[in-house]
């Protein structure tokens, strides 16, 4: 039988979206039982998140805001604070403006948004859940393959019109 999160996913992935995103919230915040969850939810659901956090320099003659994409809880947690602009961005902060001067005041703003992205099933997913994913991507191929024929088939004497005019 599935798991509780293989069932999620087939019944309910915006529920399952919305829990992996209150779980990375909570590890970022050091909550390691949410860290846990989060390691048993990653063995039969293949996801992904993003940390975006902004970030502050007050240099000698400007002040300006920047950004920082994070791809782990750990990278996140283990951001640094840097000496001078040049060093910030050579670390893949993004600068809204250019910074002016050459020192000044680093910090982070700790306002952290999180992003998820859910993929699928893994491999150590139950077979049961495996078979009904294969079944529900299936049918939502042919979903969409349907709406795209009813639009071209809409469209169709457009077309035609605009081959016999050319």
């Not at 306002?111 to 294969?134: F, M, N, Q, R």
């Amino acid at each position: 039988m599935s798991n509780l999160y293989e069932q999620l996913l087939l019944n309910d992935a915006a529920t399952l979206e919305r829990k992996i995103y209150k779980l990375v919230d909570g590890a970022v915040w050091n909550n390691f039982k949410t860290e846990k969850r989060l390691e048993l939810i990653a063995k039969v659901i293949d996801f992904s998140y993003t940390i975006d956090d902004e970030c502050l320099f007050d240099g000698e003659y400007s002040s300006v805001c920047g950004s920082k994409t994070f791809y782990s809880i750990e990278e996140y947690n283990s951001r640094k604070e840097y000496d001078n602009a040049e060093e910030a961005e050579q670390d893949g902060i993004e600068w809204n403006d250019a910074p002016t001067g050459s020192s000044g005041l680093f910090s982070w703003v700790m306002s952290p948004e999180v992003s998820v992205e859910i993929y699928g099933l893994t491999e150590d997913a139950s077979e049961e859940a495996k078979d009904l994913w294969k079944t529900q991507v299936r049918k939502d191929d042919l979903r969409a393959a349907q709406i795209l024929f009813e639009s071209v088939k809409e469209h169709c004497p457009e077309l035609s019109a605009a081959e016999a005019n050319a």
